[in-house]
């Protein structure tokens, strides 16, 4: 495996602070791997022998229910770090990952990781500061998942995949990436409920539809609805 120059990834937030001889010892171990759109990187249960951190690209996080249905949990953007669950105890992960577009990832196998935890402890808390913002997004989505209905479900992912906090009433438009199947898996319901759901809230002015192309109208009225209030499926 050809090492990796150090301005490959000394910019990412994993190796902030890191002296010159650290950085040249994570180049020695770190490889490069790419992934087309749509592509698995893991699938949940299977074994946790390597941590990634996103080059480019974008990776989206999922479970699986009982009868094989993906659940969305996270999208995971440059400079992010996933695959942790089931590395550090020896057991199998937790969640699936797979590329949402042509993806580039940096892989540091397990023995490797290890070996960079002792060695160098800004890694470590690198790391640590990094898995505690995932946990806090995770539990943030997770209580939307549980407090909200579908519609108010649908608002929160809306605004997380716009990827901004503006607070003003116009959101701007963005290209929406997913189908309503895949829309589902983020929402937690079938398709037909998104439907509606998404029909809604264009019916209220939050949002306009047209194809996959989203406009947001009404941020703040999104964001009610996140914060608790419901909306009635139409």
Request: charged content about 20%; hydrophobic content about 40%; glycine content about 10%.
């Amino acid at each position: 495996m050809p090492m990796l120059a150090i301005s490959q990834f000394r910019h990412h937030r994993l190796f902030e602070g890191l002296s010159e001889a650290e950085l040249i010892c994570l180049a020695n171990n770190l490889e490069k791997r790419i992934f087309a759109k749509h592509a698995y990187i893991f699938h949940p249960g299977s074994p946790g022998h390597s941590l990634y951190l996103v080059e480019s690209g974008q990776v989206r996080s999922f479970i699986s229910d009982a009868t094989g249905h993906e659940i969305s949990l996270d999208l995971i953007g440059p400079g992010a770090t996933f695959g942790l669950v089931g590395l550090l105890d020896d057991g199998v992960r937790s969640t699936g990952a797979i590329a949402q577009q042509m993806t580039v990832v940096l892989r540091l196998s397990g023995p490797d990781l290890m070996h960079c935890l002792d060695a160098c402890p800004l890694f470590t808390r690198n790391l640590l500061t990094a898995m505690s913002v995932r946990l806090r997004n995770l539990t943030d989505y997770a209580s939307a998942l549980t407090c909200l209905d579908v519609t108010g479900r649908l608002a929160a992912v809306i605004l997380r995949l716009a990827g901004t906090d503006d607070d003003s009433d116009n959101g701007g438009e963005f290209e929406l990436s997913l189908t309503q199947t895949e829309l589902a898996s983020w929402v937690a319901a079938s398709r037909g409920r998104v439907n509606r759901a998404l029909h809604a809230l264009c019916k209220r002015g939050m949002l306009q539809l047209t194809g996959q192309k989203l406009v947001i109208l009404d941020r703040r009225g999104l964001k009610r609805l996140v914060e608790g209030s419901t909306l009635a499926e139409g």
